[in-house]
């Protein structure tokens, strides 16, 4: 599975489209080590993940590290 590149975010559950695209289009970007960045809103990061297979299926898990609206701020996903 490659999921390598830069990805444009178009919806998301807690923020509407004026929030998401206040600076720029908000966007996910992964190279080809698992790491990337993001950014939507105010809220910026970088992320370092992996590929997991499990008995759900294939998906990207990751944390994260950066800031939302200047307040450091950091996480799991995946």
């Known amino acids: 599975m490659d ?16 929030y998401m ?3 720029v289009q908000a966007f996910i970007h992964i190279n080809e080590n698992g790491r990337g960045n993001f950014q939507f ?4 990061g970088q992320m370092d993940g992996r590929i ?5 299926g294939i998906w990207y898990e990751f944390t994260w590290d950066g800031l939302d609206e200047g307040d450091h701020n950091s996480g799991l996903d995946g």
Do not use: S
């Not at 999921?3 to 004026?18: P, Q, T």
């Not at 809103?41 to 910026?44: H, I, R």
């Not at 997991?52 to 759900?56: E, F, L, Q």
């Open 52 to 56: 997991v297979d499990g008995n759900n």
């Open 41 to 44: 809103g105010l809220v910026t």
């Open 3 to 18: 999921i390598r590149g830069i990805r444009n975010i178009y919806e998301m559950e807690m923020w509407d489209e004026d």
């Open 21 to 23: 695209n206040m600076e």
